[in-house]
């Protein structure tokens, strides 16, 4: 089994940063491309970011030149560094990963989701 926790997320003021992590645990499994993706009350789950298992990355236009992501793959961590947060930015943010098994019963890759953690921006 893989689960995926993220944590970091919370209430802040337009203009400041929070940085989100993303912890992939289990055994016997290697992690390819992982994602965040967002969600706010009555839109669309909209893509945010992506990491490939070789260090690229792709941001979404929304979120270009502010948000950061990151890995650590010898911790199985991902990060989102997010500065300069507005307002429109409050969502539920949610970690992704496809994870192959090293098995020769399990083949392909398969997408794993995280419970997400909410980011609000106010004043």
């Known amino acids: 089994q893989v689960q995926l926790v993220e944590s970091g997320g919370g209430l802040v003021q337009p203009g400041v940063s929070l940085r989100l992590s993303c912890v992939v645990s289990?055994?016997?499994?290697?992690?390819?491309?992982m994602n965040w993706y967002r969600q706010a009350p009555g839109k669309q789950r909209e893509l945010v970011a992506t990491?490939?298992?070789?260090?690229?990355?792709n941001y979404a236009d929304s979120v270009k030149g502010r948000f950061t992501i990151s890995r650590d793959s010898a911790e199985n961590t991902m990060y989102l560094q997010m500065d300069s947060l507005k307002a429109e930015d409050t969502a539920i943010y949610y970690c992704?990963?496809?994870?192959?098994?090293?098995?020769?019963?399990?083949?392909?890759?398969?997408?794993?989701w995280g419970q997400g953690t909410q980011v609000t921006v106010s004043s």
């Open positions: 992704n990963a496809s994870v192959s098994f090293h098995s020769n019963y399990y083949s392909g890759e398969y997408d794993y």
């Open positions: 289990g055994r016997m499994f290697s992690v390819h491309d």
């Open positions: 990491i490939t298992g070789s260090g690229g990355t």
